[in-house]
């Protein structure tokens, strides 16, 4: 019987990891420049991991690596871009090694108005699709037997998503836009996308869950929340940056979880997401989507390359620039 999780909804990133040695560890986090990232890299650094950190710009990745006080890669990976969240995984997949972990922790919440890339509504690009292309480019450099990939997700995607779960017909947000259905939406999607992972590399003996790191302050997700939706979670109720990365922090590297797979975390435990998450053909009719999405944009991207010729590339410019790590 495994033994009893004695972490949770208090608990912080360096209490689930204590007395942990993850020496000769490689471990990826996304969004390690603040908040629940910056605290997750800097407690898997603590105990001796190598950590990859992942942020929009290379500057501001090496000022997170920086602060830690063992040895992380930083690395450029901006996720309203797939060439730039490409050329990160190409530069992952080039240093020496096999990964143990992968966090998938950035994301952004609650886009006042509509903003779109690619055809895509930005919170769906950012918090799912950039990590469903990044993930999948780094599956196969995952250490089998003991790999583990850690896919942050939120209650919104229980509270906030559509009834039926993915709006297949409304991705790029013209039928409608609801800042919050679709922040649900692409949280349930970033759920729903591990499920089915985890079926696709049980073989290899690759671990894939995803979570509820909980209502945490300081971590500017809420940036673009109304006063009253700021206000809906008192703010002394929220957890800490430290006690929001405990869930992912445990996912990534604690033995106590060792060889679970597939399922919902919240506050260190197993919890009950959305029923939809259940349903096996919506989560591999999102895979396929997402495939055909990555490959549409790879494609376009290298015809635009082709035309260019020695011209130098332009990338799309965004109107605004949302923040893209939590």
Not at 17 to 25: C, E, F, H, S, V
Not at 42 to 70: E, F, I, P, W, Y
Not at 218 to 236: E, F, M, P
Request: include cysteine.
């Amino acid at each position: 019987m495994a033994r009893p999780i004695r972490h949770g909804a208090r608990s912080t990133a360096d209490r689930v990891l204590a007395g942990i040695d993850l020496t000769r560890k490689r471990i990826v986090v996304t969004g390690c420049n603040s908040g629940i990232g910056f605290e997750t890299m800097k407690a898997l650094a603590a105990n001796g991991a190598h950590v990859m950190g992942l942020a929009r710009t290379r500057g501001s990745a090496q000022a997170a690596c920086a602060s830690v006080d063992r040895s992380a890669t930083a690395i450029a990976c901006d996720l309203t871009d797939l060439e730039s969240v490409e050329d990160a995984a190409d530069s992952i997949r080039r240093l020496p090694g096999p990964l143990d972990a992968v966090i998938a922790n950035a994301g952004i919440a609650d886009l006042p108005t509509l903003q779109t890339r690619y055809g895509i509504e930005l919170q769906f690009l950012v918090n799912y699709i950039a990590h469903f292309a990044l993930v999948n480019r780094l599956a196969d450099s995952m250490r089998r037997g003991t790999g583990r990939i850690v896919i942050v997700s939120s209650d919104a995607s229980i509270k906030q998503a559509p009834a039926e779960g993915v709006m297949f017909d409304n991705l790029d947000g013209r039928r409608f836009y609801d800042p919050g259905i679709f922040h649900g939406q692409a949280k349930l999607a970033a759920a729903l996308y591990a499920k089915e992972l985890s079926r696709r590399l049980l073989s290899c003996g690759v671990s894939v869950n995803s979570l509820d790191p909980g209502a945490t302050r300081g971590t500017g997700i809420d940036k673009y929340r109304t006063a009253t939706r700021r206000l809906s979670v008192a703010q002394w109720f929220r957890k800490s940056p430290a006690q929001g990365a405990a869930t992912q922090a445990l996912l990534a590297a604690s033995p106590q979880v060792a060889g679970i797979t597939g399922e919902y975390w919240s506050d260190c435990r197993i919890a009950r997401g959305n029923p939809l998450l259940a349903d096996e053909g919506l989560s591999r009719r999102l895979w396929e989507t997402s495939e055909r999405l990555v490959s549409s944009i790879r494609s376009a991207g290298t015809s635009s390359r082709s035309r260019a010729c020695a011209a130098p590339a332009t990338r799309h410019g965004l109107a605004s620039r949302p923040r893209g790590d939590s």
